[in-house]
Nanobody, 129 residues
């Protein structure tokens, strides 16, 4: 079973950048589809981005329309860590961001949060206007 620990959240002004990290342990992280989700107060948890491994150092990534062109997901096999680089942040990006794992190397990325079986504790991202 994999364990997930997020870090990198914080307070940033609109237009700024943050990089979130999701460190994994317990199993080879490229055996998993890794997803980033977020949940703002009073709203449902929503898919942000996902990554699935298609080779030793090759992966496919997907993004929600709301973050395309601003956010970039990447993975580092050597560090068993997934990153979410967030640029041009907007106040509406404010939320708790969660990392999630779904076992299955090369599986298609799913945007359905219930499909993921392991979650991190979340990290708060606040974007001020």
């Amino acid at each position: 079973q994999v364990q997930l620990v997020e870090s990198g959240g914080g307070l940033v002004q609109a237009g700024g950048s943050l990089r979130l990290s999701c460190a994994t342990s317990g199993r080879t992280f490229s055996d998993y589809v890794m997803g980033w989700f977020r949940q703002a107060p009073g709203k449902k948890r929503e898919f942000v981005s996902g990554i699935t491994w298609i080779g030793t150092n090759a992966y496919y990534a997907d993004y929600a329309d709301s973050v395309k062109g601003r956010f970039t997901i990447s993975g580092d096999n050597a560090k068993n860590t997934v990153y979410l680089q967030m640029n041009s942040l907007k106040p509406e990006d404010t939320a708790v961001y969660y990392c999630a794992a779904l076992l299955g190397r090369g599986r298609p990325i799913t945007v359905v949060s219930d499909s993921y079986h392991t979650w991190g504790q979340g990290t708060q991202v606040t974007v001020s206007s």
